[in-house]
């Protein structure tokens, strides 16, 4: 596997995230070397959840949006959940902060409805992408060409459709961001 040692990871997630969607790629980009903080409109701890249900752990936050700066960090990561990118969609400081990745060039990852940002942050036109299929025509209209496979990886951006999709995803992530 890819060692990421020295490599900075933001994880931008709110109330709401899919707990496995953030938990298990994290655990997967620590393990790999690299330092994931999660960036958050809110601080201290945010709730994610087991598909309806809520989680029984709470995720503690790094560092706020307003803390952070996309400068600091080597790529992103973006889980999915779909209160947690429906939420974020309407946050402008969210969306500038994805935005500076994309316009950065830097790797993004993200798995189910996590897409949904990039769309407002202006990163799918041209790509082809996967994700949680509700996503399907949101990513085409923006000008995406959505596939439905397990992992998809276009340039620097990774996508995958479901927690079942977590093993490809991660592999896939850990290769791009170790790529730079």
Not at 60 to 70: F, I, N, R, W
Not at 157 to 163: F, N
Request: net charge negative; proline share 6%; hydrophobic share 40%.
């Amino acid at each position: 596997m890819a060692q990421l040692t020295g490599k900075k990871i933001a994880c931008v997630a709110t109330n709401g995230f899919e707990f496995v969607e953030l938990d298990k790629p994290k655990a997967a980009l620590e393990e790999a070397g690299a330092t994931v903080e999660v960036i958050s409109p809110e601080e201290g701890e945010i709730q994610g959840v087991d598909h309806d249900e809520k989680h029984p752990d709470k995720t503690p936050v790094d560092k706020t949006l307003a803390e952070a700066s996309a400068d600091d960090y080597d790529a992103l990561l973006l889980p999915g959940g779909v209160m947690n990118p429906d939420q974020l969609r309407l946050s402008n400081e969210a969306i500038s902060f994805i935005k500076e990745f994309v316009d950065a060039g830097k790797p993004i990852a993200a798995i189910c409805h996590g897409p949904w940002t990039l769309i407002n942050a202006g990163g799918v036109k041209g790509k082809t992408m996967t994700s949680w299929p509700s996503l399907q025509v949101d990513l085409t209209n923006a000008g995406a060409e959505w596939v439905d496979e397990q992992v998809v990886r276009d340039g620097k951006l990774v996508t995958s459709r479901k927690p079942d999709d977590i093993p490809a995803f991660n592999r896939e992530m850990i290769q791009m961001f170790a790529e730079g």
